[in-house]
């Protein structure tokens, strides 16, 4: 094998696959990255049997060819090389050579014909969405979902087809995610993509997904086949294998009726709980949120720091209310909701869960439920 890239491109797909590469598991080889040369391109795998992805990138290729490597050490090589081309070679004995400049590297390989299958990478009747799209509705979510390795079925986003609230006959698609204290769920319009059974993407899984996506104002292809959930972005594929089972009813905490209504500037709300939660001490840094006549003061204590309130200006409509978040499930939400000016909150007494959504986007909302106070 011996091919010339360019630094800028081998190195964005070693970075698209350094993050996939399972460096803890009984098959070693999982930690390595294949390489593939021929026909004008090079092509990156990498898979830890979970997430799959292949790359290619145009390459001016002398003598094809296929070797595996550590991705981290190749990535961490690549990444401090001088821009400019790189010239890449098999040895003997497995050895990959890398040239670039005055730079000189010989790194040990091993053979591609011990690299496993790459499953999920295949595009069986895909359909064309908006990459920016799905970008966001992962981002606006994938905050939510649940890291207790023992609730699996929590440990992703679902993603469902529904009518939803755009009306009977506009179809849109729903993403959803939970940790039992918390829940996001974004609508947009399907534009043809539909999903025939409901499925959950794994937390891993959408982190790798929004690399893929990112930056990709046009469009991407999707598949959702044999148990795992496929995207063409551009020139790289990944596939990630779905979580196998029941995602909880979400509808039942979604609250129908509420007493108050609050709408508050976005970014006002967001830096006065910032400030407030400063001297909480305990992990899920509770504050007190109260509301009187159009007045919300929000405020924290802790027996090592001390004391913290501030007040913020709100419209009101309805009961006055106290009752006590998570400063840390606000600020996630409220950066979810980067694109809105005001926030528009609901609530139902001091026990019922918090309803947040942006009157700009009515098809994204949020939940929080409450925490009580000694």
Known sequence: MNFSIEKENFSQLLYLTNSIVERKNTMPILANVRLNASDGKLSVSATDLEVSLVGEAEASVKDAGEITVDAKVLYDIVRELPAGSITVSVSANQRLDIESGQSRFKINGTSAEEFPAI????????????????????????????TDETRYNINGVYAETTEGPLGAGKQCLRFVATDGHRLAMIDRPAEGFSIDDSVI??????????????GNDGSAKVA??????????????????????????????????????????????????????????????????????GNLVISSSSPEYGEASESVEVAQDGEDV???????????????MSGAEEVTIKLKGELGPGLFSGPQDELYKCIVMPMRFE
């Not at 063409?232 to 039942?252: A, E, H, M, N, W």
């Open 119 to 146: 499953a999920g990478v295949s595009l069986s009747n895909p359909i064309s969405v908006d990459a920016a799209k799905f970008y966001e509705m992962f981002d606006k979510t994938s905050f939510a979902v649940s």
């Open 201 to 214: 993407i794994p937390r891993k899984g959408i982190q790798e997904l929004k690399k893929v996506l990112e």
């Open 224 to 293: 959702v086949n044999d148990g795992f959930f496929t995207v063409q972005s551009g020139s790289v594929t990944i596939g990630v294998r779905l979580v196998d089972g029941q995602f909880p009813d979400y509808k039942q905490v979604i609250p129908l009726d509420t007493t108050t209504t609050v709408t508050v500037n976005r970014q006002n709300l967001l830096s006065a709980v910032k400030r407030v939660a400063l001297v909480t001490t305990d992990k899920t840094k509770a504050v007190k949120c109260k509301l009187i006549d």
């Open 322 to 336: 106290t009752i006590g978040f998570s400063a840390r499930y606000v600020l996630d939400l409220l950066s979810a």
